[in-house]
């Protein structure tokens, strides 16, 4: 399946190990409506109906042991992040694509917009 990745899983960050093996895309861009914020030294996605920009991000194509390892990661199954479809521009508008969501407030949390990049450690 499709997979949009917009924070540490991204080509060059901390957690790319978990995409080795797995099929580069491309460079994705979501429809408006979507935000990040700066949580604990990584980003959450959340849907923002006053957002324009949309996030940058990647699509990776990934087989189902790969997509297990992500949700583990991502701590869906403790309610972290959601897995769930996303809206993404051209060229992918018309695929399915799903991306891990954050599904809790923001409030106090610093606005990123459209880009994340890994704070250097
Ligand atoms: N990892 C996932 C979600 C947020 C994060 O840091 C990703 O890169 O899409």
Redesign the pocket.
């Known amino acids: 399946m499709l ?8 080509q060059g ?1 901390s ?1 790319h190990r978990y995409l080795v093996g797995q099929t580069f895309v491309g460079e994705a861009r979501t429809g408006p409506g979507y935000r990040l914020y700066a949580l604990d030294g ?4 959340v849907l923002r109906t006053d957002d324009h920009e949309g996030v940058q ?1 990647e699509v990776w194509s990934v087989d189902a042991p790969c997509l297990a390892r ?1 949700d583990v ?2 701590g869906v199954a403790e309610g972290l ?1 959601r897995r769930e479809p996303i809206d993404l521009l051209p060229p992918f508008g018309d695929r399915a694509v799903e ?2 969501i ?1 599904p809790h407030g923001v409030e106090g949390r610093h606005d990123l917009g459209s880009v ?1 990049t890994e704070p250097t450690r």
Not at 42 to 45: K, L, Y
């Open positions: 997979i949009f990745v917009y924070g540490t899983l991204k960050c957690n990584f980003p959450g996605m991000g992500l990661l991502e992040y991306a891990y954050y994340w």
